[in-house]
């Protein structure tokens, strides 16, 4: 057994766990966290993104051990009381879903990406960036839309924050 | 997974004791092939002794002669890095082709070299350009280093902790991705060295994991252009068969991609 202390959606929580305990199975299982998903066993679907000290990670294919002392982020973090983060409002406006299981990956990715390229990213680098999320739905026109609304608005934001 | 125990040594001397005193125990860096492997139960390492947070294995330095890179720099790190950017321009975008952006936030470059997948891009570069990979016993030059794939000249336990990348005159890299993983089908690399020498890799086709593509690498030297190496053909049976392409395509490939490489150099 190892000892796991890490912040998740800004929460400080320490537990025991088995050492090869992968951090999805950590947020799901033992803080019951189910908003992160599961789509795939090779590393390839991205349903299971979520943020570790601030950058997209696959938590299927990290330990929990490996994120001791980190701040992970879910999906269950993002919204602020009943208000929706950006990302997600821009993904409801669109319809950036249909059966909604790669949905919170694809978000906590769009997030990420949004703080890397900013409000002028194009179409195609969008494209590039969600590659390792995978959308059984073949939804990818809509949840394009979403995050680029999602980057503009981000501009808007924090122009007015200035 | 099988079960296994979690060390993190705060030292290179205290990761090396942990693997030199267990020899089912394991190295884990970024986790990005590793993981995987022991999910499908493909490997069962007694122990994972994690080498990701060790200082000795980060940074990336630039003198007038060559870029030097940690082991355990991420693929994003190397990406994104303002000094590779400048100083070899064709690795950075290599980095940054790799995988996807979760796979390049977690792999790191010392857990690409020590596996020596045959489709991966980095053994590609690090043989073009006649890298030194430094180990915490000794230096090793890259065209002693690759020894077939999934086989390198690491002994047991023998830590990769940075990578010494000369700068080249030009350098261009090329590679045609298999689309659900990105893995290189087949991947050149071609390189005017600073002393003139031409070098050509070829990732992603070969039985024996990366090569170096010897009549391209003449043919370069005489004349650089797309044109010189197109009707350069490797040899079939020594190509990679499988579902996602057979040998004969894949050596029609490595001809298409140098010559893509050759022009994304001169650009
Ligand atoms: C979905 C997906 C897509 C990918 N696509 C690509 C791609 O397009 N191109 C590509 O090149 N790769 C690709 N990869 C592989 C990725 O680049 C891995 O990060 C890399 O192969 C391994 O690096 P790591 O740090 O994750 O190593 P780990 O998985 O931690 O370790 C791999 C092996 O190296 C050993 N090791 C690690 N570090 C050291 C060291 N410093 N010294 C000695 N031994 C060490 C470990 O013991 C282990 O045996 C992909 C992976 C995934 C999951
Ligand atoms: S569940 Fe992590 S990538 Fe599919």
Redesign the pocket.
Known sequence: MVSVSLTVNGKAVTREVEDRTLLVGFLRETLGLTGTHVGCD???CGACVVHVDGVAVKSC?MLAAQADGCAVLTIEGLAQGDQLHPVQAAFREHHGLQCGFCTPGMIMAAVDIIRRHGPGIDETTIRHELE?NICRCTGYHNIVKAVKAAAEQSGGMAEAAE | MYETSYKRPASLAEAAAIIAADDEA???????????TMKQRLAAPSQLVD?ARLAE?KGISVSSEAVTIG??MT?YSIASSPEVQGAIPTLAKLAS????PQ?RH???L???L??N?P????PAAVLALGATLVTDRREIAADDYFQGMFTTA?EEG????RVVFPIPRKAGYSKF?NPA????MAGVFVATLADGAVRVAVTGAGQGGVFRATAMEEALGDNWSADAVAGIKVDPSDMLSDIHGDAAYRANLVSVMAKRAVVAAAG
């Open positions: 090779t590393s390839q294919t390792g | 394991k190295f884990l860096a970024g986790g990005q092939t590793l993981l995987p080498i294995l082991a355990a693929h082709g790799i995988g996807d796979v977690r792999g790191t010392g857990g690409s020590a596996n997948d489709s991966a891009d980095y690491l023998e830590i990769l902790v991705l993983s990105r893995y290189a």
